[in-house]
């Protein structure tokens, strides 16, 4: 299995605007090989930022580098930056293989 995760640092007061982006955005997940679970997380927050990580379960790594190169991959991202500025940066990717 391989898990990506994302890192999203938002502007404190952006937090409601965030969640409305992923509550009503098409992913196209449930089209792509591979594709196990997803999961947005909340983590602390802090007088700088608040601290999201969206979480996705794949069966390999190689179905997950597989679904960025992917139609369904564009069709998700082609308004990414189209929403009002809620982000403190490029979100930071971490990807991790499982092991046991």
């Known amino acids: 299995m391989f898990i990506a995760m994302n890192r999203f ?14 509550r009503n955005r098409e992913t196209f997940l449930d089209e792509v090989p591979g594709f196990k679970q997803f999961n947005l997380l909340r983590g602390p927050r802090t007088d700088e930022y608040s601290l999201y990580a969206s979480h996705s379960i794949w069966e390999s790594k190689q179905a997950f580098e597989d679904w960025t190169k992917s139609e369904a991959f564009r069709k998700a991202h082609a ?22």
Do not use: S
């Not at 308004?79 to 046991?100: Q, R, S, T």
């Open 9 to 22: 640092k938002i502007i404190p007061g952006n937090e409601e605007d965030f969640l409305d982006i992923w």
């Open 79 to 100: 308004n990414a930056g189209d929403a009002k500025p809620v982000y403190l940066g490029k979100p930071e990717f971490e990807g991790f293989e499982v092991e046991l």
